[in-house]
C-alpha cells in the first residue's frame, strides 16, 4: 500500500470515526506543529501551497502523539490567523503566539468538520475559547458574535470552514 493511500486511510479514519470530539493533545506538540506550519508556510512563494509529509509532524510531536488531531488543532490556530479580524491578535506578538493559546486550544472542545455536510460555523465556540485565553492571560479579546465569527463580518465562519477543507486537502500527505 503506497504511503499516500494510507495517508488517505488516515484521514478518513480521524473525520470518518465515530465520535465528533477531536483529541486533547500535548500543547507543546500543538505549539511545535503550528511553528513548523508557519515556518514552511513561509517559505512558500505567494499563490503556492504545498504539502507536509507526516514524517515531520511526527518529529514534531513527543512519542505516542495523536498526529492528526494535533495538525487539526495547529491548522485551526492557523486559520483563525488568517481570517478578518483575526480572533488570536492580543496574544500574538512578532509571528509568535503567547504559551496560553496553546495551552487552552491542546485541551478546547472541538468536533470534527462534518464531511459532505454545509455547517454554518466553526467546529467550536470560538467566543469562548477567546474567553478561555483573555482569562488565562488577563488580556481580554474584542466581543466575538454568537456563531463564531467576529461581529461585522458575516462571511467569517464559511471562510474559516473553506480553508480549513483547503489545508485538509493540500497539507498533509503521509510519508
Known sequence: MSDRVSGAMVLHDFFGARGNDVAAVNPDDLRNAWTM???????????????????????????????????????ILGVLQMLPGNPLTPW????????????????????????????NGLPFDVQDLVKQI????????????????????TDWNFKAKQEILRRVKTSFLLS
Not at 507536509?52 to 510531536?61: D, F, P, Q, R
Not at 509568535?96 to 455547517?119: E, N, S, W
Not at 483573555?134 to 463564531?148: E, I, P, S, W
Request: aromatic share 6%; proline share 5%; with cysteine.
Open 134 to 153: 483573555g482569562a488565562r492571560t488577563g488580556n481580554q479579546q474584542k466581543k466575538v458574535g454568537r456563531g463564531g465569527e467576529v461581529e461585522n463580518n
Open 92 to 119: 500574538s506578538h512578532e509571528g509568535d503566539l503567547d504559551d496560553a493559546v496553546f495551552q487552552i486550544a491542546a485541551t478546547f472542545p472541538m468536533k470534527k468538520l462534518p464531511v459532505g455536510l454545509v455547517k
Open 37 to 75: 506550519m508557519r515556518d514552511l508556510q513561509a517559505l512558500a512563494l505567494p499563490g503556492q501551497c504545498g504539502s507536509i509529509c507526516s514524517g515531520l509532524y511526527e518529529g514534531a510531536c513527543s512519542p505516542g502523539a495523536n498526529v492528526v488531531a494535533v495538525w487539526y488543532r495547529a491548522t
